[in-house]
């Protein structure tokens, strides 16, 4: 219970963290890139809109968990304060790639999602969705509530750490060194 309860606060850290990068990309977005060809208008094709999300925010939020996660430190910023790492399962070893599928697995819902809410009839979040969409959305949203749950059952692994084969552990510490008295 205590692990469940550290991973879901080192996940609200870097949320903080990464809400953080998303309010400077969009201050950079509406004061220096408002009337850039770059960013997508209300006549622009859904799959470049989608794509500029997806570079902009969803590839940078993969690559801060992976990179960090992949790193010899194995914790992004939430997880260090919370004296957290995520380790490869014994007989196998941390990598990069262990990471990144890790959080591949971890985020695909959350795109899901962004991909039914951009491929909506009309204009996407002020029109309404049509069922499929939300359907989508929902299953989406339900699946990340299951990742949430098996915080707390089937020794708090998830799916995506089963599937990367790591598991979050609390981090080792170092003894104290001792002092000399001379």
């Known amino acids: 219970m205590k ?10 850290i870097d949320y ?7 309010v400077l990309l969009s201050l950079i977005v509406t004061t220096c890139l408002s009337n850039s060809a770059l960013i997508p208008g209300e006549d622009s094709p859904r799959t470049h809109a989608h794509l ?13 968990f992976t990179l960090q996660e992949g790193s010899s430190k194995r914790a992004t910023i939430g997880k260090r304060l919370l004296r957290l790492q995520v380790n490869a399962l014994p007989s196998k070893s941390m990598t990069i790639l ?9 985020f695909l819902p959350w795109e899901i999602a962004h991909a039914a809410i951009w491929y909506v009839p009309g204009r996407p979040f002020l029109d309404p969705m049509p069922t ?5 959305c929902l299953a989406a949203c339900f699946v990340s509530f299951c990742y949430l749950a098996s915080l707390f059952f089937f020794g708090g692994r ?19 060194s001792p002092q000399s008295t001379g």
Not at 3 to 12: E, K, V
Not at 98 to 106: D, E, F, L, S, T
């Open 158 to 176: 998830t799916p995506y750490d089963r599937l990367a084969g790591t598991v979050v552990t609390g981090a080792p510490t170092l003894a104290p």
């Open 3 to 12: 692990l469940a309860i550290g991973r879901i606060g080192g996940f609200l």
């Open 132 to 136: 499929a969409n939300l359907i989508i």
């Open 52 to 64: 500029m999300g997806f570079v902009t925010l969803t590839l940078p939020v993969w690559l801060y």
């Open 98 to 106: 262990r990471a990144g599928i890790r959080n591949a697995v971890k």
């Open 16 to 22: 903080i963290v990464l809400a953080g990068y998303a």
